[in-house]
């Protein structure tokens, strides 16, 4: 009797425990919200690097990964490792590739030693860098319209009004070191300038840029390399970049035996179609 009491006793006490034993916990997840992460709705730009966040609680946290989805295809991914840590944070740096346009879907999961996870996802939007569009090539003509004064020797003074000049021209565009700059090369001259990007406006301004200025004075086949200053606008559509603006410039030149000095200062405007 004693026996079967004891037994009784035993199966009560096996199953008091089993009943007071905890179902494990699972973890939790969130972003970090701290100067420099990326949060919900950020908008971001092609091409640059953001930092990504994660902070997890829970039991016996074993990993942590980062994912940036793009139409449900991955297009970056990193994981670490935890040692059954109760509390973990997690972040990384991802360079956004300079193709990718549209909403990034940003997700962190944590996993733990008994296989449950957590997961926070949010969305982010990923734009084209205002200056992006106008990268590339672009060749074509503008015309000179203003006047020119030449001051040669054994000649009398000229001044002569002149309309459209004829002025051919290869624009290379290439990325500034910000977000709405590029870098403008005229002629492959190895004089450069700073553009800035305003909607589909680019400005620019080039100085003591040489250029060789093909001109027909008084029936003399003249192409002074001057040294010019251009103050540039020029405007961007279906491939066409538009330019306006000033121009002004002088050098020496020579005609047959005689030498002297030539000076422009006027308007150029014209087009210019990308080549590449």
């Known amino acids: ?31 970090i919200q701290g100067e420099g992460y990326v ?18 609680t829970g039991e016996n946290l074993t990993k942590m990964e980062i ?26 740096s991802f360079t956004i590739d300079a193709s990718i346009i549209g909403t990034i879907t940003v997700t962190g999961i944590v996993t733990d030693a008994a296989g449950q996870t957590a997961t926070k996802s949010f969305d982010i939007v990923c734009n ?16 000179f319209t203003g006047t020119m004064e030449a001051s040669i020797a054994g000649m009398e003074p000229m001044h002569q009004d002149v309309t459209d000049q004829e ?15 590029v870098i403008c090369k005229i002629n492959d001259q190895e004089e450069t300038a700073v553009g800035t990007v305003e909607g589909d406006k680019l400005s620019i301004v080039l100085t003591d840029l040489p250029y060789t200025f093909d001109y027909d004075m008084n029936g003399f086949s003249i192409s002074p390399t001057l040294i010019m200053n251009l103050n540039l606008t020029a405007t961007l559509a279906e491939g066409q970049l538009t330019l306006e603006g000033t121009c002004n410039g002088d050098g020496e030149v020579n ?8 000076a422009i200062d006027g308007t150029i405007s014209g087009s210019l179609t990308k080549t590449e």
């Open 1 to 31: 009797m004693k026996k079967n009491i004891l037994f009784i006793a035993c199966c009560i006490g096996l199953m008091l425990f089993a009943s007071c034993k905890k179902d494990p916990v699972a973890p939790t997840i969130t972003a």
């Open 39 to 56: 949060v919900e709705n950020a908008q971001i730009y092609s091409g640059t690097e953001i930092q990504v966040g994660f902070t997890a």
């Open 67 to 92: 994912t940036l989805t793009k139409d449900g295809s991955t297009i970056a991914s990193e994981a670490q490792d935890i040692e059954k840590q109760p509390t973990y944070a997690f972040s990384k």
């Open 128 to 143: 084209e860098k205002p200056n992006a569009k106008f990268l590339g090539s672009y060749q074509g003509n503008v015309y």
């Open 167 to 181: 002025m051919p021209i290869t624009l290379t565009v290439t990325e500034g070191a910000t977000m709405n700059e």
């Open 255 to 262: 005609v047959l035996i005689y030498t002297g000095t030539m």
